[in-house]
């Protein structure tokens, strides 16, 4: 065993250690960023729907449309903050049913008459870790299409 170690020499010796760490940086750092970034999307993503659904639900089970739009905003907020996301990157919007989000720039409001179809579009900015805060183009949006009940008095 002595002459393997002689004859190998002590020129090598540590070179692991060495070798490792670069290789954990070179590697594992990139890595932990990547899945750090898809996870804040995927929050955004999953912030956004359940933020349309939830503030859907309470605007169809309003009595009136003031207190409803009320409720409904209130009801996003905390969906999204469930998500661990800012409630301030938080956009409500309301569109005819079988509209899509991004196509419509109208200023629909729902008036709870009974039948009525809509769909309640929440847009979350997404931040993705250790980007400047100036870079939000990245958003998502959630789409909850609602329909009132046709049998209530309002």
């Known amino acids: 065993m002595r002459w393997l170690r002689a004859r190998l020499g002590s020129g090598e010796r540590g070179s692991a250690i060495v070798e490792f ?19 804040a999307v995927q929050r955004g ?21 003031a207190s409803g739009l009320a409720r409904a905003d209130r009801a996003a907020q905390l969906a999204v903050e469930d998500q661990a996301v800012a409630a301030t990157d938080l956009r409500l919007s309301f569109v005819p049913a079988g509209v899509a989000c991004d196509t419509a720039r109208g200023g629909y409001a729902p008036t709870l008459a009974p039948g009525e179809e809509f769909s309640v579009c929440a847009t979350v900015t997404v931040r993705i870790p250790l980007l400047p805060e100036f870079v939000d183009a990245n958003t998502a949006t959630g789409q909850f299409t609602v329909e009132t009940d046709r049998y209530v008095d309002r």
Do not use: Q
Not at 21 to 38: D, R
Not at 45 to 59: N, Q
């Open 21 to 39: 760490v670069f290789v954990a940086l070179v590697v594992f750092v990139p890595l932990v960023y990547v899945v750090a970034g898809f996870s």
């Open 45 to 65: 993503v999953f912030a956004a729907t359940a933020a349309a659904r939830e503030a859907g639900r309470a605007l169809a089970t309003a009595p009136d449309v």
